[in-house]
């Protein structure tokens, strides 16, 4: 066994055989809509390497592909716990917070993907200085056209964000502790 994910209520459970294929950032807009987060960590693993048990739900946000990418949450506490990409990819995209020890030392990010329709975002894919490389779709190994995103030099980026970061830091603080706040609200007015 390599890791053991689950959701929070434990309902659905979740093993891998072997390490993943692949580890991404996502910042496709079905993720970023479905997670509210502007990215998500994303682990690829061939799917004879993942045993699931437990109840899911499943969505499907163009429901009238043939290639759809089926993507599946607790039917309990309602946490999307794994994306099952088309068949033809042959893989099953896991979430490094839902494992058990939350993707530390393991999970190391490959590539961003996705990124193209997140350029004018307040938090491009840009202006995350990784070191990894940014694709405008998916990189070659995941059957996309290996476009890069033109990435500034880090300098010059630096000296951009370094200001907004200084003066806004504050703002961003209360903000995700208010949406930290209001989420966990709302988990537990649910339940």
């Not at 630096?158 to 209360?174: D, M, N, T």
């Amino acid at each position: 066994m390599f890791r053991e994910f689950s959701c929070p209520c434990g309902s659905v459970k979740i093993t891998t055989l072997a390490p993943p294929l692949m580890m991404t950032v996502c910042h496709c807009s079905d993720c970023t809509r479905i997670h509210s987060a502007p990215m998500i960590e994303a682990a690829i693993f061939k799917e004879t390497d993942v045993t699931i048990s437990g109840a899911t739900d499943t969505f499907t946000s163009d429901p009238d592909r043939e290639d759809k990418t089926v993507r599946h949450s607790c039917a309990k506490c309602h946490v999307p716990v794994f994306i099952h990409p088309p068949k033809q990819f042959g893989v099953r995209t896991l979430f490094p917070p839902t494992c058990s020890d939350r993707g530390v030392g393991w999970w190391k990010p490959m590539a961003h993907v996705y990124c193209e329709g997140r350029l004018d975002t307040f938090l491009t894919p840009a202006c995350i200085m990784d070191g990894v490389p940014k694709y405008l779709d998916r990189p070659g190994l995941m059957m996309g056209s290996d476009r890069l995103i033109p990435v500034p030099d880090g300098g010059a980026l630096q000296s951009l964000i370094e200001p907004l970061r200084a003066k806004y830091w504050s703002f961003w603080i209360l903000t995700a502790l208010l949406v930290a706040g209001a989420r966990n609200y709302l988990y537990h007015r649910s339940a």
